[in-house]
């Protein structure tokens, strides 16, 4: 039996208006990715249109992501702000991560820790991909997902053994100039069998404080984080698989109350603690006789835990623990793919303070889906599927429960005009329940009893055109989530209208024998009842300018790695009432590796982002709404080393 302790409290850890865009969330993606997730659309077909993207383990090795916004900076449809990495969030068009279903391993990260903090802990060295979904889409995208989807996936053992390899270790290094941090991880995998495999990782990561381009330090930034992690992946017959997998990841550190604030007389420093925890297992069974019996079925335990102590209000602890599954199977049937099935999740918060006690609440979801894939003619694909989903909640604040269901329809198609111009276009619905609060509210915030189900509408069209090593795509997309979820008076939680938000997507690239380049460029305008949202619109969206990403990949020889990623944000002007413009930037990344032994047993690397030292705020960042509730800027340069050995 395994334990989350936070200082008290201990609970056992049980077993996608309207298209056209470049899907490649990078150069190397554009050349080696995209024909590969254009043939996994159309054989599994987990979206309904094709604005899907994906981040390779490459890309994160290149940018040597430590934090959640390395992971996404190649997207400029994903923006994440905050300054510093405990107060990081992840927007998508414009809306937050809270609004989206978010995976690891098929395992839900439920709950929300902390409005004034990012709430995705994620080491970036354990993932061999991450799937980000945009808008409401397929069925399989999970209950309540809104806004889209984020998986992560995280490696395998198969994944680091070489060729003719049973055994092997990974020995890595690193350090940032900035922070005057460092990073080491250790992983040992191999084959335990001919069946069987094992992946062991820990991972240590230490920042000071971060310095911004003016060289000012922004005080309480740093932090330690540490990771462990363990998966065991068994082939228990030919048409039985097993995956098992264990993460424990905690964060430390003497921070802001509100960390994503400047220090004030409201906000001042203590001492916080983030964990989070999960257990995940895995079974399918592929039959080897027949197309219509291909079962997966998951299941997963989570915790996760923010602890302040001696805050100004005292030692406050809050924990959430997450159980669920899905047992899904997909079949064949000539020309039509089925993926059908049940998913269900259950979360219980508590909340224990010193002024209030201890506050809970519980609350679960199940749902039934059914997506289909049918390729009708040689160029024509249609989709259509629905969820219905149950929601319930019990609030223990007041006794009140709420228990709403409803179903969530989806339709899309792919049409290749010619072989070189296809076209796609998509219709979805998602809705979502009542469902546990932020914990550092559940002593406080109330749901007010009228409070209905939020109802996201998404229509996307777009086209992709590839000739040779010339890559063009388009997407216009337009979401609407009525009766959106919100604070209706102070402390209360209620629906607030209609957010609306439209928008555009586009990328271009080429790749050459030796030289991958891209450009793309996204646009999305969330309205909150023909408002733009605001930064205090925590847990819904924020408005962020037009955005840039250009990629510059160059293999200089067999051995050295060469590129360049420039990250560029239009002026925002049209804000709400009472809010100032966001100032444009211009930020530039450089990187280049080297492989100075035969194969890559050791690889060499030197990272400088934000290479010209440009002082700015992301976008995705708080904003300025007076000396007290005053956001971060971002750090200025920093040069990042690495060493990567291979036994």
């Known amino acids: ?293 291909d079962l997966d079925l998951t299941l997963y335990h989570t915790e996760a835990s923010l602890e302040h102590i001696n805050g100004p209000f005292g030692d406050y602890i809050g924990a959430m623990q997450s159980h669920g599954g899905d047992l899904r199977n997909h079949s064949q049937v000539g020309d039509l793919t089925l993926t059908y099935g049940v998913d269900y999740r259950k979360d219980e918060a508590r909340l224990r303070s010193p002024l209030y006690g201890t506050d809970r609440e519980e609350g679960s979801v199940v749902g039934l889906y059914l997506q289909n894939h049918y390729q009708l003619t040689e160029r024509l694909r249609l989709s259509a599927g629905a969820r219905h989903d149950w929601f319930e909640l019990d609030e223990h604040l007041t006794g009140n429960s709420f228990s709403e269901s409803g179903w969530s329809p989806n339709l899309g198609l792919r049409f290749d005009a010619t072989e070189q111009l296809t ?40 086209a992709t055109y590839r000739y040779g090593n010339l890559y063009l795509a388009a997407e216009v997309f337009e979401t609407r989530i009525d009766d959106v979820v919100g604070q209706v008076t102070p402390a209360v939680l209620g629906n607030l209208g209609e957010l609306k938000t439209r928008g555009f997507n586009a990328r271009i690239g080429y790749d050459w024998d030796r030289l991958e380049a891209s450009l793309a460029y996204s646009r999305a305008r969330p309205e909150l009842e023909g408002v733009p949202l605001s930064d205090d619109d925590m847990a819904i969206g924020t408005s962020i300018g037009d955005t840039w990403v250009a990629n510059v990949n160059f293999q200089a020889t067999d051995d050295i790695d060469l590129g360049w990623t420039g990250r560029f944000a239009e002026r925002l002007t049209k804000v709400a009432d009472g809010y100032p413009e966001k100032a444009g930037y211009g930020v530039n990344d450089i990187y280049a590796s080297w492989h100075p032994l035969v194969g890559d047993q050791l690889t060499l690397s030197l990272r400088v982002n934000n290479v010209f030292d440009k002082q700015y705020f992301d976008h995705a960042s708080y904003g300025d709404a007076g000396d007290v509730a005053h956001g971060l800027p971002d750090p200025g340069r920093d040069f990042r080393l690495s060493a990567t050995y291979r036994f």
Not at 435 to 459: G, I, M, S, T, W
């Open 1 to 293: 039996m395994i334990s989350l302790s936070t200082r008290g409290n201990a609970w056992p850890l049980n077993p996608l208006w309207l298209a056209i865009a470049l899907v490649s969330a990078s150069p190397a993606v554009l050349a080696q990715n995209g024909p590969q997730q254009l043939d996994t659309l159309q054989i599994t077909g987990e979206r309904v249109s094709e604005s899907g993207q994906s981040v390779s383990a490459e890309a994160l090795e290149r940018r040597q992501a430590s934090e959640l916004q390395d992971i996404f900076a190649d997207m400029p449809d994903v923006a994440v702000g905050g300054g510093a990495p405990a107060a990081q969030k992840v927007y998508v068009r414009g809306l937050e991560d809270t609004m989206l279903n978010v995976t690891v391993d098929g395992a839900t990260q439920s709950g929300y820790l902390f409005h004034h903090q990012g709430r995705l802990v994620v080491e970036p060295e354990l993932l061999k991909q991450v799937d980000i979904v945009a808008g409401a889409g397929e069925a399989t995208n999970g209950p309540g997902a809104l806004g889209g989807a984020i998986r992560f996936v995280t490696k395998d053992p198969e994944d680091l053994l070489r060729p003719g390899q049973s055994f092997g270790a990974l020995l890595k290094g690193g350090y940032f100039s900035n922070t005057d941090g460092y990073r080491a991880s250790a992983s040992l995998y191999g084959r335990l069998t001919d069946n069987w495999s094992g992946l062991a990782m820990l991972t240590q990561t230490d920042h000071g404080d971060y310095k911004d381009a003016d060289g000012n330090t922004q005080p309480y930034t740093g932090s330690e984080r540490f990771t462990g992690f363990a998966k065991l992946v068994g082939q228990l017959t030919d048409e039985q698989r097993l995956r098992l997998s264990y993460e424990r990841s905690e964060d430390e550190a003497y921070r802001l109350h509100r960390p994503h604030w400047i220090p004030s007389a409201r906000n001042a420093p203590i001492d916080q603690e983030v964990v989070r925890e999960t257990v995940t297992g895995n079974y399918g069974f592929t039959s080897s006789k027949n197309d219509w019996l």
């Open 423 to 462: 076209l796609h276009g998509g219709w979805a619905r998602a809705i979502r329940g009542t469902q546990v609060k932020e914990l550092f509210v559940l002593d406080y915030y109330r749901n007010a009893e009228d409070r209905k189900e939020e109802v996201a509408e998404n229509v996307e069209l777009g």
